[in-house]
């Protein structure tokens, strides 16, 4: 892809929602059967012809809109039986020995599939593993690398006080100021309110870094309700900002009861549960790398 290229699909609103390298699951598939995302071809499920058959994507998934993005994807089984290293190739080099290797791909409308990774891994046991394994994601997804090999290894560096958690909140503090304007959870560009991350009837502080810019509508709708429950419900995944910033909250909160290296508890595990994480900070900053304007 050009940068061009970029600039003109970010401004068309087509960006992925998963990166070439990383696990998925087919949501018409019954059971689960882990996949790779091996190829992102640029292209509508309503332009993608599907070899051989005269029809496009679109023509077998009639459910799903013909104009979202299609993403190439193959068994995950196959992949390593046929590449044992293929977390280590970059995006096109993958693409390309997926083909010599004649393994078998299918072509998706991205919104058919669903990130496998975003289950809470059974070694994550007490909060501090969980802080860190969330933050470790967060840095992934900042970083751009779809491969678990980059967040577990960020993840045992946290763990081990390697790495600044900090680091995160200085770029959301930066970002709060260029985002002023634009409501954090719906993205309308409109007046915006303070949203307490965390409540503060929930003991949540009032600083700067407990607070989101968020339309009128949006900081009613999720009022004192815990965040993260009220973006799984109306299936929208977290944006980075009120990740990082809940993160914190919860670290320092934990920290000063005594109870950050205490085990989770099974209620409070399966609320991270399938909590996918939204990519649209680092698409505005490359919107703004490559259109030249200033908002
Ligand atoms: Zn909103």
Known sequence: MSENDEAQSIEDEQSYRFSTGQ???????????S????????????EWDIPGTGRTVADFNEEYDSDALVSVAVFEQNLSDELPDWEDLDDETLWKEVQEASIKHYTYPEPRLFRGTANLPGNIETYHELICYQHARLIQLAADVAHDGFLWKRYHQLKEGEYEMASITKEDKYQLKEDFGICIYCKEETETTFDHVIPLAEGGDDSISNQVPACQSCNSSKSNRDVIEWCKERDEPVPRLVWGKYLKQMGEKLAEEGRLHDEIPDNEREKWDGVELQRNITDRIHKRETDGRKR
């Open 23 to 33: 696990r998925v699951y087919d949501r018409e598939k019954e059971g689960q059967t």
């Open 35 to 46: 996949m790779v995302i091996v190829h992102q071809p640029g292209e509508t499920a309503g």
